[in-house]
């Protein structure tokens, strides 16, 4: 089972302290951010202390192919409203997977975008596009995870169906997958106290070897309430039961598994809730 978290990734240790982090937590799984989350500022990438990190990694058995990266999420490849704003996206996004390449991840989570009142088809496609140029020039084998999202506003991928459109659409159907967000889901209009009924679902629509990610967080708010605020562990409407059974079932096994839970009270909540999420019943 791989299991873990959110983590830092700032001066002055950046990738060796995310790692450092995550161990702390007894996590061996992590997710970063290769800089702020709300810009796209970044660091030049000899500060992030690359080979420190591999270096810990390989002695804590910790395996590449378990640190997660998550795009910025105010890159919009659906803004057709304002174009330029989807070819900085796209400019972006090939910037991040050369990053993604040299820190050694596989995985890179994007959110699809929104359509900002365009429309779902126009916005749609406009993902596909920009997906295309930026896989077509990409010589690197880091995937796209599109995350599913509760969708507040014209937030596109609401539905593995959406979501479907926009995988139909690409070229590169081996380099792009789905990372789930128990919440997002939630938030969306699915029941995902139903594991085994959504998997099928999913396997129908994209096979199962397609969920490169999971986000592990309990929900503040209702299904369907398309409100996207995440909840620790066992303290909202999805509840620990039901987030336990997504982190042990037996067709996740080997997925990453990440909490993006709230800090209380300034404190990160991860070691707690990796403690509790680890236990079998
Ligand atoms: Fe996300
Ligand atoms: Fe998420
Ligand atoms: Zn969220």
């Known amino acids: 089972m791989f299991l873990g978290c959110h983590v830092s990734n700032k001066t002055p240790d950046y990738l060796y302290g995310s790692i450092n982090e995550a161990l702390s937590y007894g996590a061996n799984a992590c997710m970063i951010y290769t800089g702020a989350p709300n810009n796209t500022k970044r660091k030049d990438l000899s500060a992030l202390q690359i080979e420190k990190a591999h270096k810990a990694m390989q002695a804590n058995h ?9 795009a910025p999420y105010i890159i919009n490849l659906a803004n057709t409203k304002k174009p330029e704003l989807a070819q900085f996206g796209q400019d972006f996004l090939a910037s991040e997977l050369k990053r993604v390449a040299a820190i050694g991840a596989k995985v890179l989570v994007l959110h699809p975008g929104s359509h900002v009142q365009m429309g779902l088809d126009v916005g749609i496609q406009s993902i596909v596009t920009h997906l295309n140029v930026v896989l077509d020039a990409d010589t ?13 506003g014209s937030e596109i991928g609401s539905s593995l169906e959406e979501l479907k459109q926009i995988y139909d659409g690409v070229r590169h159907k081996d380099r792009v997958g789905v990372c789930l967000d128990t919440c997002h889901l939630n938030d969306a209009g699915y029941d995902v106290s139903d594991i085994d009924g959504f998997l099928s679902k999913f396997d129908d ?32 409407t ?6 336990h059974q997504w982190v042990w079932h037996p067709l996740l096994k080997d997925v990453t598994k990440i909490l993006e839970t709230p800090y209380i009270d300034g404190q990160p909540p991860y070691k707690e809730e990796i403690k509790l999420l680890k236990e079998r019943i």
Request: hydrophobic share 35%; glycine share 8%; proline share 2%.
């Open 140 to 152: 690197s084998k880091v995937c796209i995870a599109l995350e599913t999202m509760a969708g507040k």
């Open 205 to 236: 629509l994209f096979g199962l070897d397609k969920i490169y990610c999971i986000h592990i967080n309990d929900s503040k708010n209702p299904c369907a309430s398309h409100s996207d605020r995440h909840a620790n562990i066992g303290k909202g």
């Open 62 to 70: 910790f395996d590449l192919e378990r640190m997660i990266v998550h």
């Open 238 to 243: 999805i509840g620990y039961d039901t987030l």
